[in-house]
């Protein structure tokens, strides 16, 4: 069965520090994978996506993602980040048909330190 | 860029009432919508999949007849929570799909039930 994995629950890095979130997938064929990202009370917004391609993917607000299938990853990184990153980020990979489904991962809460 | 649209965005109810929660796509049609639950600090869970002119698709261990789903329209899908109970207090999100393989979210609708 597809699932996602984000290992890390939490983490803090300080504003203007460089950023990278983990995520691991469990799919037989080659995934769809997508970073969302949720400000509190909030719906999701996507950041990026990956179909195929180019395996590294560039998405909005400067983020980026790298699909490694060796490593059944597609960690979500940004040079440098912003007190406004603050948020809840959530991998996520597309299930199904035509990935008519989309299963989330755990999620991974970003903490800015000033 | 395509709009989910979700109200109301909060609704307290009492033990026993039903809730209905609407979720609509503002200038385009949606002829799939997906319903996701998440409860406080946790990642999204499919409920179900709304199509258009016929049932909803449910998800392994969601309720039917507990979670009314209905989708009359191109661009309305409703999520009606029937005798809604405590443990049914959540934080309800719909999505369509806008492209391929890519879905937009609604800001969700904070359920609580007294």
């Known amino acids: 069965a597809q699932s996602v994995t984000q290992p890390d629950i939490h983490i803090t890095v300080s504003e203007g520090a460089s950023l990278e979130l983990r995520c691991n997938y469990s799919?037989?064929?080659?995934?769809?994978l997508f970073w969302y990202v949720q400000s509190p009370g909030q719906g999701l917004q996507l950041l990026l996506k990956?179909?195929?391609?180019?395996?590294l993917v560039q998405g909005i607000k400067g983020f980026e993602a790298e699909f490694k299938r060796s490593q059944s990853s597609f960690n979500l990184r940004k040079p440098s980040v912003h007190w406004s990153d603050a948020a809840e980020y959530f991998c996520a990979v597309g299930a199904g048909s035509s990935a008519s489904k989309i299963i989330f991962g755990s999620g991974t809460r970003l903490s800015i330190r000033p | 860029g395509a709009v989910v649209s979700q109200h109301p965005s909060w609704v307290i109810c009492k033990s026993g009432t039903s809730v209905k929660i609407e979720c609509r796509s503002l200038?385009?049609?949606?002829?799939?919508m997906f319903w996701y639950r998440q409860f406080p600090k946790q990642s999204l869970m499919l409920m179900a999949t709304s199509n258009e002119g016929s049932k909803a698709t449910y998800e392994q261990g969601v309720e039917k007849d507990k979670f009314l789903i209905n989708h009359a329209s191109l661009t309305l899908s409703t999520l009606t929570v029937t005798s809604a109970h405590p443990e049914d207090s959540s934080f309800y999100i719909c999505?369509?799909?806008?492209?391929?393989?890519?879905?937009?979210f609604g800001a969700g609708s904070r359920l609580t039930v007294l």
């Open positions: 990956y179909f195929s391609g180019d395996t």
């Open positions: 999505s369509a799909r806008t492209g391929t393989n890519v879905l937009t």
């Open positions: 200038d385009f049609q949606a002829t799939t």
């Open positions: 799919y037989g064929a080659t995934p769809y």
